[in-house]
């Protein structure tokens, strides 16, 4: 039996990681969604672009305004992406807030869904924001 044949070992596809030339760590996941948004295999609207994070329209919005911000590289969740690269945080809130304010947003939600029992759904991080209309508190 060849050694990648070793039943219980399942080995599905990787996630493709390099360092481009000017240092950035590029890594994808092909099984992806929100990656393959990134690399344009997945037709989106995109609001902004910059060197680590991509914003753009949720294809079911919940309110006038409702963009996903998310950064290239593939974390899978919020948690994720604290631990594993903490100085993206607060640039992809700041991007939000930008994206915010180019789409005439005075006030607004920003959304993290944390986790399957936050209610995410597409495991790679994403910020929501969300505006347009009066918001209500609690949340569902
Ligand atoms: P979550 O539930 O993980 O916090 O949010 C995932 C969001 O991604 C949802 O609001 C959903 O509408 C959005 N979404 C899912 N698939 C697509 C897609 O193919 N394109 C876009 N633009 N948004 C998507
Ligand atoms: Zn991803």
């Known amino acids: 039996m060849e050694r990648d044949e070793e039943p219980g070992l399942e080995v599905g596809p990787q996630p493709v990681q390099s360092v481009t030339d000017a240092g950035m760590e590029v890594t994808a996941d092909p099984e992806?969604?929100?990656?393959?948004?990134?690399?344009?295999?997945?037709?989106?609207?995109?609001?902004?672009?910059?060197?680590?994070?991509?914003?753009?329209?949720?294809?079911?919005?919940?309110?006038?305004?409702?963009?996903?911000?998310?950064?290239?590289?593939?974390?899978?969740?919020?948690?994720?992406?604290?631990?594993r690269s903490p100085g993206l945080v607060g640039e992809l809130v700041a991007t939000a807030d930008m994206a915010a304010s180019a789409a005439g947003l005075t006030g607004y939600r920003m959304v993290v869904n944390n986790g399957a029992s936050a209610g995410q759904t597409v495991f790679h991080v994403h910020l929501h924001v969300l505006g347009g209309r009066p918001m209500t508190w609690p949340p569902g």
């Open 32 to 83: 992806c969604l929100f990656c393959r948004i990134v690399s344009g295999q997945v037709p989106a609207t995109i609001e902004r672009s910059t060197p680590v994070a991509v914003v753009f329209r949720d294809v079911r919005p919940v309110a006038p305004t409702h963009l996903l911000v998310i950064p290239r590289v593939h974390r899978r969740d919020l948690s994720d992406l604290v631990a």
